[in-house]
């Protein structure tokens, strides 16, 4: 909530109001605090999952690689926006507003994290549409650590696109916020947060991802009819590869819902001309809103791993002690 005036009526004076008269929405922001932090909790522990039986997978390429550098960037991204930012206050403790290092400092690491996430998702999609387009120089140059050193400059991208986050939040009151413009003017901070949400976390990733996406279906429509030529070890490391491409769509699909309803939030807020008590609340509701899909994003993909792969989904079983029974031979 910015100290900012619009007309003649200051959002503080309109917060106030809406507290008194609104209080619904409030509640309804609770709920959706406690929401988030349960998916945030259940995400952390799928991420974990999935890190540990990416390691158990044998793996040559970097496919299975980004996989456990994708569960790092959505753990990192989900302890910030889920844990810190909306779990923690429901106890009454708001680590950002320490002081205003603190709070500088994790609002940096929040849009660094979240906007990373995004990338390295990316370069995943990206590492699957070679592996499909150009298997021969994939199987020859495709190695476990350039998937890191990939992932790392992801998020080095991220934190790069981010540091004015360091000048323009502060603490006002009771909330650590964008408040401070003695650096950047209100109008170079609107510019920047549509630069840094439409363009950098959503637009370039979800067209990268959407177009990538369709020539990988494309791919592997038209490879399907000669998947019965390859026989022997050829054949399991062929399958173990398309397991791990469908891994990669499931999940990149799922961004994309996930993406769109963060993006209909963001636009919405961004368009609400905030003049009413009951406008302040339905925008304070939205902004909190915007959060569960976004923790979503980052929190539910072992689950489609699991869902997707059979190769994962047995090794996660024999990790946790329930490895699948051999099949009986036939009589």
Known sequence: MNSTTLGIVDEDDLAELAKELHGGYYTGIIAVRAVTFAVAVIGITGNVFAYLTASRLDSKTSGTT??????????????????????????GIDVRIINRYVCKGIAWYSWTTTIGGNYVLTMFTLDRLTALWLPVLYREKSKPYI?????????????????????????????????????????????????AM??????????????????????LRQSKKDSGAASGASSSVAKKEREITMQLLTVSIAFMITNAGVSIAVFATTMMN???????????????????????N??????????????????????????????????
């Open 66 to 91: 980004y996989i456990k550098c994708l569960a790092v960037a959505d753990t990192a991204a989900v302890f910030q926006d889920g844990i810190l930012e909306m779990g923690l206050p429901i106890f």
């Open 147 to 195: 998937a890191i050193i990939l992932s790392i400059l992801a998020e080095a991208f991220a934190a790069a696109v981010c540091w004015p986050t360091l000048f323009l939040f502060d603490i006002n009151g009771e909330f650590c916020e964008i408040f401070n413009f003695d650096y950047f003017s209100e109008e170079q901070m609107v510019l920047f947060a549509n630069l």
């Open 198 to 219: 439409f363009l950098f976390m959503l637009s370039i990733p979800f067209a990268t991802i959407l177009l990538s996406n369709l020539l990988i279906i494309y791919k």
């Open 274 to 296: 905030v003049d009413t008590p009951e406008k302040f609340a339905i925008r304070d509701f939205v902004n909190f809103f915007k959060e569960l899909p976004a923790v979503s």
């Open 298 to 331: 980052n929190s539910m993909n072992f689950f489609l791993y699991v869902l997707s792969s059979a190769h994962f989904r047995t090794q996660f079983l024999t990790m946790v002690g329930f490895p699948p029974k051999p099949k009986q031979p036939s009589k």
